[in-house]
């Protein structure tokens, strides 16, 4: 069936580690996005992409790396640059109708990141 | 960018109520989408709706484009409704989603 995968569901990483969450979808879809999202608040765009090999910075990119070699998968790395990873991640695509507007952004079930 | 804000941040019902969530936003949009998160963190989409009126069962919204604003309605609320409500919306330059804060709605049995 279609639809996003992210894995770990629950990851824990010590202090200076460097983590790499996934995210696959099987929808076509050319664009993917990771936002992080913290207790009570709302979603905070980390990095996009339109297409494959291309990514461009959200918000927050500071501490975080990405890749974008497979139109399926789009994995985020948590650095240690990262002052403070204990969030909410989730991934998200989305696809263009036939005309080119945009479709809706689909979400994957998240990864819960905790630094210890 | 774009600013979005939502109201109101909190909102508890008695079950079979009715309420109204609102979204403004501060410039032209392409796409406008409401969302609800439910307690395990999944969010699912409600509504694609950068303009007019539509409805999904208990669900309905509205966007009025030219004010700037959309309504999110949901009749005969549900304990299930509980969750938060978020609105995200896509600047007519840009190529991404920006949200608001969110509703945090508990419906009481």
């Known amino acids: 069936d279609g639809g996003i995968t992210q894995s770990p569901k629950y990851l824990f990483r010590k202090e200076g580690q460097n983590v790499t969450l996934s995210c696959e979808q099987n929808l076509n879809h050319d664009a993917m996005y990771w936002y992080r999202q913290d207790p009570g608040q709302g979603l905070r765009l980390i990095y996009y992409?339109?297409?494959?090999?291309?990514?461009q910075k959200g918000d927050i990119a500071e501490g975080y790396s990405v890749s974008r070699e497979k139109k399926e998968s789009f994995p985020l790395t948590v650095t240690s640059a990262q002052k403070n990873p204990t969030a909410f991640y989730l991934c998200a695509s989305q696809g263009r109708y036939t005309s080119g507007s945009r479709d809706t952004q689909y979400f994957g079930p998240g990864t819960r990141l905790t630094v210890l | 960018g774009i600013q979005v804000e939502q109201s109101p941040p909190d909102l508890i019902l008695q079950e079979g109520a009715n309420s109204t969530l609102r979204c403004n936003f501060s410039d032209s949009v392409n796409n406008l989408q409401w969302f609800h998160q439910n307690p395990w963190g999944q969010l699912i989409n409600l509504f694609y709706i950068p303009s007019g009126t539509k409805q999904n069962g208990r669900l309905s919204a509205t966007t009025v484009a030219t004010e700037r604003y959309s309504l999110l309605y949901i009749s005969s609320s549900q304990t299930t409704d509980s969750g938060v409500y978020f609105c995200a919306v896509e600047e007519t330059s840009g190529s991404r989603l920006t949200f608001g804060e969110g509703t945090q709605l508990t419906v009481n049995p």
């Open positions: 992409s339109q297409i494959v090999n291309d990514f």
